[in-house]
């Protein structure tokens, strides 16, 4: 079960950042030290988005298991990532950081 909510985690983000949690670990030069701990307001917004909109997908969807859960983090993933982009648009620079 844990193996599946890292993976799923692990979509989410990378469908409103472009970004495994890795690759955003890494620009941000973090070892050992929690990703949400070290995010900008900017991206925890996008992150409680995307698992928001998810969870509530995933519920109306009556989503079970790892393949359909993915289907709706996918989906609220891409919805997040164009809102980011629509944002970064407006502020004149990029969210992640």
């Known amino acids: 079960m844990q193996e599946e909510f890292a993976i ?19 620009i ?6 929690n990703l949400r701990d070290n ?5 925890l917004l ?6 928001m909109t998810t969870r509530q997908v995933a519920e109306k969807d009556l989503s079970v298991g790892l393949d359909e859960n993915s289907v709706a983090a996918k989906k609220c993933g891409k919805l997040a990532g164009r809102a980011k982009d629509d944002f970064e648009k407006v502020i004149g620079r990029k969210v992640i950081s």
Do not use: C, P, Q, Y
């Open 8 to 26: 799923l985690t692990n979509i989410i983000h990378r469908e409103w950042s472009g970004l495994t949690v890795t690759e955003h670990k890494k």
């Open 28 to 33: 941000k030069k973090l070892k050992g030290h």
């Open 39 to 43: 995010m900008t307001d900017a991206e």
């Open 46 to 51: 996008f992150t409680s988005l995307t698992e």
